[in-house]
């Protein structure tokens, strides 16, 4: 257990629905990034927030949006879904922010298929 | 922008075999390099890290050291083993941003 936990681990939806997946960080994190895993495009970055706030953005579609709440868990909504948005989204957690990072604890994923 | 390059896999190595994996970056300034693992169905874990120049990370019997001069972070292990079976990814955290930028991966099969 890494501690990061994220739910829920497995995701089936249709095409036009919108999903929510949440993310609670490892005791302490204050730090909350949002990745996107695929074959074909590998690991994307997402999102990043620290301690409530929004700190970077990667390649994140309008139709997606985040939010880290006040007790530092985050959500990331997924709406107006296509065939396309089928991955694992990891969400992975750190101390804090700033160029030198200190590596990621990660989260084991949730599976979206869009069906 | 920064950027990352791994071999391309599978790799597939006899148990015991040496292990290298290439990685090479591009960014400005003096990035942090990283290696993940990804075993089955699982997250990816932090296996070994280089904060700067000529430093050396090593866990688990892994080591890569930190080439300036050419832009590399290789992943080494002397002798493989089965459970090292697993999807290695080299990272870099620069000064484009506050993400880690990941490699494609490289999937490693180990047989007895």
């Known amino acids: 257990d890494s501690g990061v936990t994220q739910t829920p681990k497995h995701l089936i939806t249709a095409t036009g629905q919108r999903v929510t997946l949440r993310c609670s960080p490892r005791s302490g994190d204050l730090s909350v990034y949002w990745y996107q895993q695929s074959l074909d495009q590998g690991l994307q970055f997402l999102i990043q927030?620290?301690?409530?706030?929004?700190?970077a953005k990667g390649n994140i579609l309008e139709r997606f949006s985040a939010q880290q709440f006040p007790d530092l868990h985050s959500e990331l909504n997924l709406s107006s879904l296509e065939l396309g948005d089928s991955a694992l989204y990891f969400c992975?957690?750190?101390?804090?922010?700033?160029?030198?990072?200190?590596?990621?604890?990660f989260g084991s994923g949730t599976r979206l298929t869009v069906v | 922008g920064d950027s990352v390059t791994q071999m391309e896999g599978p790799v597939t190595l006899s148990e015991e075999a040496f292990l290298t994996i290439n990685c090479t970056y591009t960014a400005t300034g003096y990035p942090s390099l990283f290696w993940y693992v990804q075993y089955p169905g699982e997250g990816l874990q932090l296996l070994l890290k280089a904060t700067k120049a000529d430093d050396k990370g090593s866990n688990k019997g892994f080591e890569a050291t930190y080439r300036k001069e050419t832009t590399s972070f290789h992943l080494e292990k002397g002798s493989v083993q089965v459970s090292d079976s697993a999807v290695y990814f080299c990272?870099?955290?620069?000064?484009?941003?506050?993400?880690?930028?990941f490699g494609k991966g490289t999937s490693l099969l180990v047989t007895p």
């Open positions: 990272a870099l955290s620069g000064n484009s941003g506050y993400a880690l930028n």
């Open positions: 927030y620290y301690n409530g706030e929004e700190r």
């Open positions: 992975a957690s750190s101390p804090g922010t700033g160029r030198r990072q200190y590596g990621y604890t």
